[in-house]
C-alpha cells in the first residue's frame, strides 16, 4: 500500500497492490482531490489488511494470521 502524489494532475493516490508475494497480483488506483481524503481511506484499507491502526502501526504492529505484515524497506542512493 502507499499514498502517493500525482503533482502534474493535483490529485493523492492510494495505491494498493493485492496478491501473493513474487506473482503479478492486481493494483487497485483511488485517486482523491483530497490529502486528508486520500489519508482517510489509507487508513481505513489499512486496518482492513493488517487489523492494525495506522497511527499506532510503528510502535507496536501485531501481525494476525492471514492479515498483512509490515515489511521494512531500506532505500539507498546511488551515485551513477
Do not use: C
Request: aromatic share 12%; proline share 4%; hydrophobic share 35%.
Amino acid at each position: 500500500m502507499q499514498l502517493l502524489e500525482d503533482t502534474s494532475r493535483g490529485l493523492f493516490i492510494v495505491l494498493t497492490r493485492y496478491g501473493r508475494i513474487g506473482e503479478e497480483g492486481v493494483h487497485q488506483r483511488s485517486p482523491f482531490p483530497d490529502v486528508e481524503d486520500a489519508k482517510k481511506e489509507f487508513q481505513t484499507i489499512f486496518k482492513q489488511k493488517s487489523a492494525n491502526e495506522w497511527a499506532t502501526a510503528h510502535e507496536n504492529f501485531v501481525k494476525s494470521p492471514k492479515k498483512y505484515a509490515l515489511v521494512k524497506v531500506h532505500y539507498s542512493n546511488v551515485k551513477h
